[in-house]
């Protein structure tokens, strides 16, 4: 095993244990605010938010990695860029499409999970939760992979972990089931933000992020990787 394979494991440890800690702690804070009914409610909720979250991101992390790695091992940085820039413009319309899918209906689905006694308007924070980490999950964790810089997911990962503990789990204390509701995108904002600021320093992340554009010559190629994700 090289040495940079072990490094990445440990990480990759860390980022495990990171999560399970701060998951568990945010988890009895949210039990003990909510009691077992919001409880109830909110993990529903939280499942709507990553089945959302697989249909808007399409799985397009990896057609990023896969299809810009030979581009970026060839310099060519306008074909990575195009492969990039392609598939967030894809996560782009979908977003669009989940957004106004939760302003026609978000308040009947409310109703037709059980939950007509929340606020309409709560809809929101759960819709910015998936479109977020749809962005995040697809986007900037493709980017960061394609810059072979598996330390800045790892490090991002811990900081918005730790981050959702704190905010969710203050949120939930504080203001009860709607606080937990509002501070859902708490974690997607953290991880685009983290993101956003380690991967600008990167120099091979810089160059395809100045070379971004939308080519529907990609689509055949990146759809066919969604669709096997």
Not at 13 to 32: E, T
Not at 98 to 120: S, V, W
Not at 205 to 220: E, I, K, T, Y
Request: aromatic residues 6%; without cysteine; proline residues 3%.
């Amino acid at each position: 095993m090289t040495r940079s394979a072990g490094n990445n494991m440990a990480r990759g440890g860390m980022l495990s244990l990171a999560r399970l800690l701060s998951g568990l702690v945010r988890i009895k804070i949210v039990a003990l605010s909510l009691g077992v009914p919001g409880v109830g409610i909110f993990s529903l909720l939280q499942q709507v938010s990553l089945a959302g979250i697989a249909i808007v991101s399409m799985g397009l992390a990896m057609p990023i990695i896969n299809l810009g790695r030979p581009s970026i091992a060839d310099g060519d940085m306008r074909e990575a860029g195009a492969v990039a820039g392609t598939a967030l413009a894809m996560v782009t319309v979908n977003t669009a499409l989940l957004l106004a899918a939760a302003a026609i209906a978000g308040a009947m689905l409310f109703r037709q999970m059980g939950m007509a006694t929340l606020d309409p308007l709560l809809v929101w924070p759960v819709a910015l939760a998936i479109v977020i980490a749809a962005v995040s999950s697809s986007f900037w964790e493709g980017l960061s992979f394609l810059s072979d810089r598996f330390d800045i997911y790892v490090r991002v990962g811990i900081a918005a972990a730790v981050v959702d503990m704190i905010v969710t789990g203050a949120a939930a204390w504080a203001y009860g089931l709607r606080g937990a509701i509002i501070a859902m995108p708490t974690s997607a904002i953290a991880l685009t933000v983290a993101y956003a600021i380690f991967l600008s320093r990167d120099v091979t992340a810089r160059r395809v992020l100045r070379h971004l554009s939308v080519n529907f010559g990609q689509l055949p190629r990146l759809l066919a990787y969604s669709a096997m994700m």
